[in-house]
């Protein structure tokens, strides 16, 4: 019988926070519903002391999340735990999260505290948070540079004060997995109380070694892994989700250890936050990337024909990946559409599904043959280009290789309608120097085309990173017309900011 481990998500708190990550509540909602569909078991919203919009969007995740626990982060401070305990009012299962660091460097320089003084701060904060909520987890940071033994007294006073979970985060991505594994190892064994408490692994990434140091934290008996979707996070970012997980449905034979979220969900999950934060996934990329399944060499094809398991280790049946392509167009009704969305595993309202066929049928007049991706991407979508302060109505472009590029807009801003010119080094830069002139100074710090599907008349996807004194913020945007895609996920990214 395969032992059972939890997998705790921060795609939306340590993934959030990240640059070019960040999600307004009705984005995070979206993110929170798919992780509930996916089984994580712990979904960390956000850290509710940070800002007004972080707690009140875990406060709305709080609300619809019945299957999973909602964890909101706090330092060892009674308001963060104040905040934290507002937020997570209506919670089916709270978790209060409490961290403080316990390596000499952090205590030193940036806590200017003590020893003594953590261990103390490490039991009232726990004991505090534990008289509004039963679940409380207790992360030790850059405990993977600290001095074992005095981060096990630390972990004894925040088991001592009620602490359900310890936490064995890898800050700064430093660990190698067999010191991971020694770790944990020296945790259960020094460490009073340590072996009646759940031992969370939470790796970052800046080696390459995430993934690695959580499989090698749960073999040597960690029983929660810390994760991201597509692991986005802190500079290299945190564990990837599907790695983890996959890591461990796939070598299964070896680990025996299982954990309960549904494989099958996994590629559209990671799909939708890669579009909601405006970036793609490079092809090579494990579990999700383009290329992940993909066998190009002859010698491969060929084997992979004789029997996939010649080359494949997992299926891309197993992540969801749809097998079945139905390739529909403008003729196509609203049943065939139906059955297409529904084998992609979306599941929508009827007002949702009425709008998506709306989409779908303007698409097919320009497109063809509609495929699935198309379609995924045309629901992703969905209402982003009828939301918004700014909104495109239409654009004119004028371009040549002998002329500068000229692009005129006319957008609705608010309640008004604005037109708008400008010229530029080439259509694309000339149209988003025009909505600059109506929307403010943002600075284009990234931006890239890809098409969704094969062919010349192939639905682009443009995807933008602009920044401002405030911040960095991503737009996507998706059109037949190249142009159109990219002025679209401009004002996307600019409707972010506002
Ligand atoms: O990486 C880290 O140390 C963290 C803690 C706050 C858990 O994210
Ligand atoms: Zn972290």
């Known amino acids: 019988m395969p032992r059972t481990v939890k997998i705790f998500d921060t795609t939306l708190r340590d ?3 990240s640059p070019g990550c960040s999600m307004n509540t009705g984005e995070k909602l979206e993110i929170a519903r798919a992780l509930e569909r996916l089984r994580v078991d712990v979904i960390e919203a956000g850290f509710a002391a940070s800002s007004p919009g972080d707690k009140e969007a875990i406060g709305e995740i709080a609300k619809i999340i019945k299957d999973c626990s909602v ?15 507002d937020a997570l009012a209506n919670a089916a299962q709270p978790c209060i999260h409490v961290f403080l660091a316990t390596s000499d460097l ?6 200017r505290m003590t020893r003594e003084q953590v261990i103390e701060n490490t039991g009232s904060a726990v004991r505090y948070a534990k008289k509004f909520c039963s679940d409380v987890q207790f992360s030790a940071e850059d405990a993977s540079r600290s001095d074992p033994d005095f981060l096990c007294r630390v972990f004894e006073a925040a088991i001592r004060a009620g602490a359900a979970t310890i936490n064995i985060p890898d800050t700064v991505g430093y660990a190698l997995p067999e010191e991971t594994a020694a770790l944990v190892r020296y945790v259960l064994e020094h460490c009073e109380g340590a072996r009646g408490v759940a031992i969370a692994v939470h790796p970052h990434n800046d080696l390459g070694m995430a993934t690695a140091n959580v499989l090698a934290g749960i073999a040597a008996g960690a029983s929660q892994a810390e994760v991201t979707l597509c692991g986005i996070g802190e500079r290299a970012g945190n564990a990837a989700l599907e790695e983890v997980v996959m890591g461990l449905s796939t070598r299964r034979n070896l680990l025996d250890i299982d954990c309960r979220v549904e494989t099958k969900q996994i590629y559209r999950s990671a799909r939708l936050l ?28 060929h084997g992979v024909m004789a ?82 302060y700014y909104r495109l109505e239409s654009f004119v472009i004028n371009s040549g290789n002998t002329i500068d590029g000229t692009a005129i807009l006319k957008l609705t801003v608010g309640d008004g309608q604005k037109q708008t010119v400008a010229f530029g080094d080439g259509p694309v830069d000339a149209s988003f120097k025009a909505i600059n002139m109506l929307a403010g100074d943002f600075a284009l710090t990234s931006y890239s085309l890809n098409a969704i599907t094969d062919g010349g008349d192939a639905l682009g996807e443009a995807l933008v990173r602009i920044e401002n004194e405030k911040g960095q913020y991503t737009g996507r945007g998706l059109s037949t017309d190249i142009i159109e895609a990219s002025i679209k996920a401009y004002l996307n990214a600019v409707n972010k900011s506002l």
């Open 106 to 111: 952090h205590m030193e320089k940036k806590l």
């Open 274 to 301: 890669l579009s909601t934060i405006g970036a793609s996934a490079s092809p090579n990329k494990p579990v999700i990337g383009q290329n992940a399944f993909a066998h190009e060499a002859g010698i491969h094809q």
């Open 307 to 388: 029997d996939r398991a010649t080359y494949e280790i997992m299926s891309p049946e197993s992540i969801g990946i749809p097998q079945k392509e139905m390739v529909l167009g403008k003729h196509s009704g609203r049943h065939a559409f139906d059955e297409t969305v529904q084998s992609l595993g979306f599941s929508l309202s009827e007002e949702e599904l009425k709008a998506a066929f709306k989409a779908f049928k303007a698409l097919a007049d320009k497109k063809k043959n509609v495929t699935n991706n198309d379609i995924e991407a045309l629901i992703k979508d969905g209402g982003r280009e009828t939301e918004g």
């Open 15 to 17: 993934g959030e926070q």
């Open 71 to 85: 964890a909101s982060l706090c330092r060892c401070r009674e308001g963060d735990i104040d905040a934290a305990r």
